[in-house]
């Protein structure tokens, strides 16, 4: 069935030489399948994943639930941990070791380290003094002539932890964790909380002298065991974030009495720890649109912030999330609002700050909100009970149902939730498949939270002036070792202008239509980019007139361009041929805006032409006019004898193109097309829409 599939999606157009020579260039080869990794096709032939995009009958994945005790020492800027994680093995094989993730250890002096991405100072990592499975306790080194990680080893006497000073680590297990058994991991560490002035990226500094911690990826953690590649192999490096298991989190944090927490989960003992008034105000906040002050700003220490006494744990639960985050503060200012969830109804959204910062939440509660609304009506309803906004020094960064932002960063970090806090890519490996599709997504939001339509043109066609550089990695390369050139923005910004392309051939609401069923098939769940490519594939091939496999391929598996110029136009017998020319590798639609005379004989529809006024048509002819190689097409427009004025090609500025000026007929000064940025290479809004476009 496998080798069907595939068959039956290759298919390679190679001009003849002949046809090239007669048109005077050179041929090029236009690839149309999606290309299939060892890995997918494995997942393929197991069941676990299929051509629909959709998991396949045989998908699975672990579980991981924790209890964790922690506590923040204050004098010392450390925190001590004890957790209990439950692992569940619902894979079809046993489970020789587990994998770790120990992302503190990113702090210690040696650690490899992505370029620029320096912590705040270097601290001795995430240390373990204790641990054992299933009872049995666990070696914290493996014997010296053991072999660690290499090599066909004998199973340990006793679990053994191999690579404990790495921010990925495992346990290498005396007797496998059988399939469909669990297995009980415990736990104690300690580790300190980084500061200080020289942290530069996310995460890199995680508190603010010792008035405010903001932890995160701050205990061990079970890796992600999956189909494709086994346990997780990725180091943290610093850029690249996060790739975690689904799970119940059960968490008891202790702080001194007067400081406020904040976290992932909801807080299970307000009477022991909040006052009788922040309780009142706390039961008021899904009752208002309004904000509603928790804790104020001249409430401050035991019996004032808080409970009173002289430390205080805060018990927060957390069903079915990937990880856990939370942040505490001497002086928090603690506010709330409301979100309406469709199907589901009120949400609180939290906000806590500090006094002298409250300008930086002033709007934060109006575009959480709307970011929650607009995202819930786009994609599918938020999932989870409340949303939490944690000051801080990472000032954009996402947990789930927390997010560590200011209102700077509010709708893009809100966003995060759906992908990858509900649909759990490997933002590791593929951080495109959460940052890019959040940069799309936070356009769409930004024009709603603006009363306007929008905008997608422009965005596509200013790949051009990017495609070619030696610098750029596709975006199919892991992204963990993508270098500093183009991580941001073959992470972050090149999404968008795919999706802006394929929104002009498909149109944009059928690219968020197959989006969206995409995001509800994999909820909780781990999908990977061939997932993706093959649902909205089928999503979306009949509008396109066939497989977009050449698609996917030129975007994410090349760094090719379009490069379109109109090459000449002639009329005659009252037909007007327009000559299109692609120099890039990558193929596109011909689109043709044409405009006519205002007078003359009645204009006669093409049938693929689309009348935007009386005056103007949009003309196209679908991908495949090139897939026999051809670098020319002659694009014949008959509309009965009406005079055609002027051509454009690609006028709403969807594909890639480093140069457009060569685009219109007759050549004209203002040759420019609609652009409305485009991130790294866009040339700004256009000053007016041109006819027919989006």
Not at 158 to 186: D, E
Not at 425 to 440: A, C, K, R, V
Request: proline share 8%; with cysteine; net charge neutral.
């Amino acid at each position: 069935m496998l080798r069907r599939l595939i068959s039956a999606a290759v298919g390679f157009a190679i001009v003849a030489p002949t046809v090239a020579a007669a048109q005077g260039m050179p041929p090029r080869a236009i690839r149309r399948d999606i290309p299939m990794t060892n890995a997918i096709r494995q997942a393929f032939a197991a069941g676990t994943r299929d051509s629909t995009g959709r998991p396949g009958r045989n998908y699975w994945q672990l579980r991981t639930d924790y209890s964790i005790d922690v506590r923040l020492d204050v004098p010392t800027s450390r925190i001590n941990g004890t957790e209990t994680i439950t692992i569940t093995n619902n894979s079809p094989g046993p489970l020789t070791s587990i994998g770790l993730r120990l992302a503190l250890n990113h702090f210690r002096f040696g650690v490899p380290r992505a370029a620029s991405w320096a912590p705040s100072e270097e601290t001795d990592g995430m240390v373990i003094t204790k641990m054992s499975v299933n009872g049995a306790t666990a070696a914290l080194a493996p014997p010296p002539g053991s072999g660690g990680r290499g090599g066909q080893q004998a199973p340990p006497a006793q679990p053994t932890l191999i690579g404990g000073t790495s921010t990925n680590a495992r346990i290498a297990l005396p007797t496998p964790i059988a399939p469909r058994a669990t297995a009980t991991v415990m736990i104690e560490w300690n580790a300190k909380i980084p500061g200080g002035s020289a942290g530069s990226g996310h995460r890199m500094t995680q508190r603010w002298a010792d008035t405010l911690y903001q932890p995160t990826q701050w205990f061990p953690r079970v890796s992600v065991y999956d189909d494709l590649r086994g346990w997780d192999p990725e180091l943290y490096l610093g850029p690249s974030e996060f790739y975690n298991e689904f799970g119940r989190y059960d968490v008891r944090i202790n702080v001194p009495a007067g400081w406020i927490v904040s976290g992932t989960g909801v807080l299970q003992n307000p009477n022991e720890v909040l006052t009788a008034k922040a309780r009142a105000q706390l039961a008021k906040v899904t009752q208002s649109d309004g904000i509603t002050t928790i804790v104020g700003p001249d409430e401050i220490g035991p019996g004032a912030a808080t409970a009173a006494g002289d430390r205080l744990t805060w018990h927060m639960v957390a069903d079915n999330v990937n990880d856990f985050a939370w942040a505490t503060a001497r002086k928090y200012v603690w506010q709330a609002t409301r979100a309406n969830i469709p199907g589901k109804g009120y949400v609180p959204v939290h906000m806590l700050f500090l006094p002298g910062r409250a300008n930086l939440f002033a709007n934060a509660g109006p575009l959480t909100t709307h970011a929650l609304e607009f995202y819930s009506k786009l994609w599918f309803p938020y999932p989870f009970p409340q949303l939490t906004l944690q000051d801080g020094p990472s000032a954009g960064m996402e947990y789930p149902m927390v997010i560590n932002s200011n209102q700077g960063a509010a709708d893009h970090e809100a966003g995060h939730q759906w992908w990858p806090m509900t649909v759990g890519n490997n933002e590791t490996w593929y951080g495109w498949m959460d940052e890019g599709y959040d940069q799309y997504m936070n356009i769409l939001s930004s024009a709603d939270r603006n009363g306007t339509a929008p905008n997608l043109n422009g965005r596509g066609q200013s790949y051009g002036t990017i495609s070619g550089s030696e610098a750029e990695p596709p975006m199919m390369w892991n992204a963990n070792y993508a270098g500093p050139a183009f991580y941001g923005f073959t992470t972050y910004s090149k999404t968008p202008l795919m999706l802006s392309m394929l929104g002009g051939i498909v149109g944009d609401s059928a690219v968020q239509r197959a989006h969206s069923e995409w995001g509800k098939a994999w909820m909780w769940k781990h999908p990977s980019p061939w997932d993706w490519m093959f649902l909205m594939n089928n999503a979306l091939k009949s509008r396109a007139g066939g497989d977009l496999g050449w698609f996917w391929y030129y975007w994410l598996f090349t760094t090719e361009s379009v490069d379109g110029s109109i090459a000449g136009v002639r009329t005659a017998s009252g037909k007007t041929t327009v000559t299109v020319k692609q120099d890039g590798q990558m193929p596109s639609p011909v689109v043709l805006r044409v405009s006519f005379s205002s007078s003359g004989p009645a204009i006669k529809p093409m049938k693929n032409s689309v009348m935007v006024d009386a005056n103007t048509a949009m003309v196209t002819w679908p991908a495949d006019v090139w897939f026999n190689g051809a670098r020319s097409y002659d694009a014949v427009l008959d509309f009965g004898g009406r005079t055609i004025e002027s051509a454009t090609l690609d006028p709403c500025g969807r594909f890639p193109d480093a140069d457009p000026s060569d685009n219109t007929w007759p050549r004209t000064a203002a040759a420019a097309t609609p652009q409305d940025g485009g991130g790294r290479g866009g040339r700004g809004q256009a000053a007016s829409p041109i006819v027919g476009c989006p």
